[in-house]
């Protein structure tokens, strides 16, 4: 074999590591990133799931409060009838 077949022989040698190092490179970026996506994806799941139960917690408050008015507004009513009936001005 003469020098210049070894040199050839030799330079599709390195193309073809460092190709296979670009594959290499480029597939790990993409494992980090869909790592990353899922990483991105529990938080946000957790995040909705938490603020889902502030919501209903809330909304469980305010039925609360409600049914309170209701009753303070009927009391309310029952006393005024109350003062009316005993002669007073409301």
Do not use: W
């Amino acid at each position: 074999m003469d020098a210049g077949t070894t040199l050839f022989g030799s330079l599709l040698a390195c193309v073809g590591v460092l190709g296979a190092a670009l594959v290499a490179y480029m597939g790990k970026r993409g494992e980090n990133a869909l790592n990353g996506f899922s990483s991105l994806t529990e938080k946000l799941q957790s995040e909705r799931d938490r603020l889902e139960r502030q919501i209903a917690e809330r909304d469980s408050r305010i039925d609360e409060l409600a049914t309170m008015h209701v009753a303070d507004q009927s009391e309310i009513a029952r006393l005024r009838l109350d003062i009316d009936r005993l002669g007073g001005a409301p």
